[in-house]
């Protein structure tokens, strides 16, 4: 390419360019150069020192982090929370999403745009306050109406464990699958009415459509969610974990996450090299899981992968 023709090129998408501006101002500051602080996990950080002042500690932090007899429970229960949610995640959104557009060839578009904002409206009102107003042993609306109508007795849900990975995985999914429908939906618009209209005059069924073309059409943006998600696997929704189950003590083995855990650790001993290690920790495994998947989505279906 010529210096003319790159020069005009240039000129062409300069628009852009500053339109982009901002947020790339914006990446800069917030993402990459909060980087620097990255060697705080290799450091006995100490607050009168700063954070170059500071000594080396080595691997320290890491050993410290890994050594703990809690180490293997909260990674196990960061994954398995995670795997559940990526998968029931994804295939609720997807059917909410499915009957939305099924349901938008047969409303008017203000109906529908009310529709298709109440998964959304309704996920945002899941916090810690009404999960307790709910599971409340003393008030809550499941002991006090539900229970006491079939004449079971009250259950102390923040004492008992053993019910809150499922309570988890239904929060989690009432709380997501609006934002995350809204998504699928957005791409179900842009498929070609047609394909629908001939698989009809074909003879084919609403539920072979929705087999034959709206979940291969819906495969690009079910990829791209999907190894976005598997990114952070390593991550838990701190609300989640730590506010929703109040805290409670006796929940510890079944609700504690590698996020947690590490702030219970910072509150109680101060100890920010660790928090800094397990955040470190949990980027690198993130960025290796991530490359992982793209890669063998590259094996398997190229078109699709992100990079």
Request: with cysteine; aromatic share 16%.
């Amino acid at each position: 390419m010529t210096k003319q023709k790159q020069k005009i090129k240039w000129r062409r998408y300069l628009p852009f360019y500053l339109m982009a501006l901002p947020a790339l101002i914006y990446i800069f500051i917030n993402n990459y150069i909060p980087m620097a602080g990255i060697v705080i996990a290799f450091k006995n950080y100490k607050v009168t020192k700063g954070i170059f002042g500071s000594d080396w500690s080595g691997l320290k932090n890491f050993k410290f982090l890994f050594s703990s007899p809690d180490a293997f429970n909260i990674t196990k229960n960061t994954l398995l929370y995670n795997l559940a949610f990526i998968v029931l995640g994804t295939l609720f959104a997807i059917i909410v999403a499915i009957f939305l557009n099924e349901v938008r060839s047969k409303v008017s578009r203000n109906i529908f745009q009310t529709l298709i904002l109440l998964p959304y409206l309704v996920s945002i009102i899941v916090v810690a306050y009404v999960v307790y107003g709910f599971l409340s042993p003393a008030t809550g609306y499941v002991n006090t109406h539900i229970l006491a109508a079939f004449g079971k007795d009250g259950i102390s849900w923040y004492e008992n464990g053993k019910y809150w990975p499922f309570i988890l995985v239904f929060v989690y999914i009432w709380k997501s699958v609006g934002y995350n429908s809204i998504i699928y939906v957005a791409t179900l618009a842009g498929f070609d009415p047609a394909l629908y209209e001939a698989a009809a005059v074909d003879g084919a069924t609403k539920t072979q459509q929705i087999l034959r073309i709206t979940i291969p059409c819906l495969k690009p943006t079910i990829i791209t969610l999907t190894l976005m998600s598997v990114g952070r696997i390593f991550f838990s929704d701190f609300g989640l974990f730590y506010q929703v189950t109040m805290n409670s003590g006796s929940l510890i083995d079944a609700t504690s996450t590698i996020d947690t855990y590490v702030f219970r650790g910072l509150m109680e001993r101060g100890n920010i090299g660790m928090s800094a290690a397990a955040g470190f920790y949990q980027s690198l495994v993130g960025f290796i899981l991530i490359l992982a998947a793209n890669g063998i989505t590259r094996k398997i279906s190229r078109d699709n992968a992100l990079f």
